[in-house]
């Protein structure tokens, strides 16, 4: 039920009336310089990749004589105000809502049936953190890795024919419906070939819990250790073309003979992304409904392009730039 609610939300988010707001928003998301929300959010991650890889902005009174802490403060009054704000209207109509019986609700509704039932549940202010985490967790990661997808398409009109031949095949000119996701198997092995290239988190720190041996590194309990995933992607001993587009290294022979844990996009164990299947979904809608109207187009080749990393994933010039023709 859940995730046919879900189906429906992103269905109708991209459905075929807003496929040119989506476009725009693909394509221009990073000019947007009138987002106050968004340039928020990109406040936020520079601090945060600033203290990662600054260690002494970790000492917090040092950190608060800096400039992002500034920063931090600002953002975090923009991104909760939004929240509270959000709360505050829902929960002026939250009653009349849950009478309608309707299948359709939204995150904040099931949250607040849920603190119907279980009044500790979580507090308004716990509600704008949580919020502002899947917010922040969510928008920029899918929309990061369809741009970029719609890049490579467009770079690689071969790779690009064979999604559409498989979309018309599968899905036609009408909406997708759920039932078509887990059939349509070149699209799948296209996007995660991209989330490789592209891993939106390209590094992820774990702490030891524990003493241990790591071939010869001694671990000691406490310690943070930094992951690699853009190099694990890359690695030629894993990969077999480990720095160009190959959809085909998602073949299921391919998957089978590889590391488990070769393909990280999402992390993985108990902290791994707690949204996977929305994302998976959520990016296939979007690219089903583009590619069965617009031929995308894109200049330059992937190895021109360079990538710069904070706690994401970017072309260096953070532009993204396509051309779409009608497909008639
Ligand atoms: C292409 C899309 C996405 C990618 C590549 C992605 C990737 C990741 C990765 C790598 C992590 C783990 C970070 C770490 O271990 O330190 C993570 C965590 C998380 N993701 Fe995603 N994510 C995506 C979309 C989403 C969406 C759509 C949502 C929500 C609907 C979401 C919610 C979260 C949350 C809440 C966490 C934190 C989990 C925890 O700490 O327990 N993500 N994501």
Redesign the pocket.
Known sequence: MMAQNNFQYVLSYVGTPSIIIIMFLVILKYYNNNSLYYNNLFRMYTVVHARMVKVWLQVEWIFKLTKYWKLQEEGKSVIHGFFRNVIAKVKESHVCLKKTDSSFRT?LEQMLDIRDELPDFATDEELVHHLS???S???D??T??VSFSLVLLGMYPTIQNKVVDEILNIVGMRDIEEADLGRLEYLDMV?KDV?RLF???PF???EATQDFQLDTWMIPKGCTVIMS?HSIHRDNKLWEKPNEFYPEHFLPGAVRGRHPYAF?????????????P???M??KIMLVTILQHYIIEADGKLEDKKLKTDISVRFKDEIYPIRIKKRL
């Open positions: 995150l985490t899947l917010y967790a969510s928008e990661t899918v990061t890795i996007i989330l891993p939106i988190a992820i720190a774990r995933i990280l996009p999402f992390s993985a164990g108990p902290r791994g992304c707690l949204g996977k929305y994302a998976y959520a990016m």
